[in-house]
């Protein structure tokens, strides 16, 4: 979801330059059933309207996206057999004639449009990528109410005083595991941690840690089957919005 943060960062901060306004599409099922948009199920975002709101429009770039917007990027890439550039608007100019745009992509491509970054938007080319991501994030996306209050629900009943926190991610990018756990014990026994908070995606992990660390902390999840990759099988999960949350 990191890379669909990011890039939905980018589509903001183009609807704010052109003038258009901005739908973020979620509904190609990899976190929500049914296509169901999941984008509003775990954020507040004012300047986005409902997918509801796209017009019945052939005035539509990229042209591959006519009659084709109730599609997923993945899916549609698959069926045509076409590149990830040939799907997409470029952000390094406004001046297009067609109703709607189609912007996908893995991150947020500032890069595009730092053309544009001038006149009333000239404040952003003084800032650096990560300086205008967090600027969007703090300003237009921010998480559910209900998440966020889950978040401190989880935080304060199980964090301590000082909690080392531990991202692994498993199951579709190894890391050196074994590396990772000398690591934490160096850093576990330096500073002492009351409790280490271990998000991954392996059940595998979660277990080697255990073994590793009596005073490890993580949120009950549903894991995908040993050997297979959580991010590419979510319709084996059962509930991909609660799991997603935790």
Request: net charge neutral; charged share 25%.
């Amino acid at each position: 979801m990191g890379n669909r943060i990011l890039a939905a960062c980018g589509a903001i901060i183009y609807s704010e330059i052109s003038n258009r306004q901005l739908v973020i599409d979620w509904r190609d099922n990899t976190y929500c059933h049914d296509n169901i948009n999941s984008f509003p199920l775990f954020f507040n975002c004012p300047k986005t309207a409902s997918v509801e709101s796209i017009p019945d429009s052939k005035s539509v770039y990229p042209e591959i996206w006519i009659d084709k917007l109730n599609q997923s990027f993945g899916g549609l890439r698959k069926d045509l057999s076409i590149s990830d550039q040939s799907m997409s608007v470029e952000l390094s100019r406004t001046n297009y004639e067609s109703e709607i745009l189609v912007f996908c992509a893995y991150t947020h491509k500032i890069n595009q449009m730092r053309q544009l970054f001038h006149g009333k938007f000239d404040y952003l080319a003084k800032m650096d990528d990560r300086t205008i991501i967090k600027q969007v994030l703090n300003s237009h996306l921010s998480l559910k109410p209900e998440i966020v209050q889950s978040i401190e629900d989880f935080r304060s009943s199980y964090f301590g005083v000082n909690t080392l926190g531990v991202h692994v991610r498993y199951t579709d990018m190894k890391i050196p595991l074994d590396k990772l756990i000398t690591n934490t014990k160096k850093i576990n026994k330096n500073n002492k941690f009351n409790s280490i908070f271990l998000s991954t995606d392996s059940q595998e992990v979660v277990e080697k840690f255990q073994q590793e660390f009596p005073n490890i902390i993580t949120t009950t999840k549903w894991f995908p089957p040993s050997g297979e990759r959580m991010h590419q099988n979510w319709d084996q999960c059962p509930d991909c919005v609660q799991n997603e949350k935790h």
